[in-house]
């Protein structure tokens, strides 16, 4: 039996989209909250959940995984953990993925989870075990106590070695460093900076893919159905990604108003006018981007 993906994405609150879109919550005003209460058994039982249920043939020790993850953490100062400190827990949860289904994104949160439920296809960085298991979590030590502290924990930009933040940087490098074959790449053109360097894309995943082993990477700007169009293929950050891509030796395609992901945008909350558009060409099996000016690919070799 298949595990349909949704089962995977989990409501994730602002805190985790501020970690994988850091430097742009930064004036975001937030409590201060302290390491996820039952963290033990929500990461060990994840751990358990996955390679039970999710993903049966892998082998892993959960514990053996946990023990590294708390080397890394405990007894240390809360700001003051490096991605190398999680290594050894790394080291301890291989894992390799099938080609071409690789999905990427920055700000554009919801919409890939329904599109990754949608094209089944698609692994993020969710579905992969590290992923799955700290998802939507928070933690870190104190410097002269064993245990974790769950009163408070400092903020990303209190730190330069925030626990959480170094082991979303490993997880996202390993994760680009493994992606091959087609990958695919959602952007939010209804952002200043669709691309941004500050982004976990932009600084730790675009730098660590290979071009050697990725046959193309496949953009898809996707603007807000109501708008603002500020970016596209043609228009803002995209182009300097798509220039970077190119200077790198990228194969690389680019798309405005992906078909698939308007109709999903428009399930998700019907916009009268945007999505009559989208339905009557549906129903007329008419291009229902016709009406777009912005509609359109572009290809690089
Ligand atoms: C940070 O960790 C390193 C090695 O783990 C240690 O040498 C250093 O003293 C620590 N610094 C602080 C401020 O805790
Ligand atoms: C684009 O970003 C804005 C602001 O963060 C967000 O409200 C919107 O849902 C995003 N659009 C898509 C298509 O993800
Ligand atoms: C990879 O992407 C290119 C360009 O979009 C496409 O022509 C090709 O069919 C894709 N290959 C696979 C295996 O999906």
Redesign the pocket.
């Known amino acids: 039996m298949t595990v349909p993906k949704t089962s995977l994405a989990f409501a994730i609150p602002t805190l985790t989209i501020c970690l994988v879109l850091l430097p742009l919550c930064p004036g975001q005003p937030r409590a201060q909250l302290g390491t996820t209460p039952n963290i033990k058994p929500i990461v060990v039982g994840r751990c358990y959940s996955y390679i039970s249920l999710i993903n049966p043939r892998l082998r892993y020790d959960c514990e053996a995984i946990w023990r590294q993850f708390e080397e890394a953490v405990l007894r ?2 809360s700001c ?1 953990v490096t991605v190398e ?1 999680y290594h050894h827990m790394f080291n301890a949860m291989p894992q390799s993925w099938p080609c071409d289904r690789f999905l990427f994104w920055s700000k554009t949160r919801t919409l890939m989870h329904s599109y990754a439920a949608v094209v089944r296809d698609f692994w993020t960085l969710e579905d992969t075990l590290v992923g799955y298991m700290f998802n939507d979590l928070i933690w870190c030590g104190q ?1 002269d106590d064993s245990g974790f502290d769950f009163s408070s924990c400092p903020e990303w930009s209190a730190c330069r070695n925030h626990p959480v933040y170094s082991l979303w940087r490993q997880a996202s490098q390993n994760f680009a460093e493994m992606a091959c074959g087609n990958i695919t790449v959602l952007l939010n053109g209804s952002t200043v900076n669709a691309f941004s360097r500050k982004s976990m894309f932009g600084s730790v995943e675009l730098d660590g893919l290979n071009p050697e082993r990725v046959d193309y990477v496949n953009i898809k700007v996707v603007t807000n159905l109501e708008g603002p169009h500020l970016e596209s293929c043609s228009q803002g950050s995209v182009v300097d990604l798509l220039q970077i891509l190119q200077s790198r030796g990228f194969r690389w395609t680019c798309t405005d108003n992906d078909q698939t992901l308007m109709i999903l945008q428009c399930i998700q909350g019907p916009k009268p006018s945007s999505c009559r558009t989208c339905g009557n060409g549906l129903l007329d099996g008419k291009d229902p981007l016709s009406n777009e000016d912005s509609g359109g690919s572009v290809e690089a070799e």
Request: hydrophobic share 0%; aromatic share 0%.
């Open positions: 240390q100062s003051n400190d410097e």
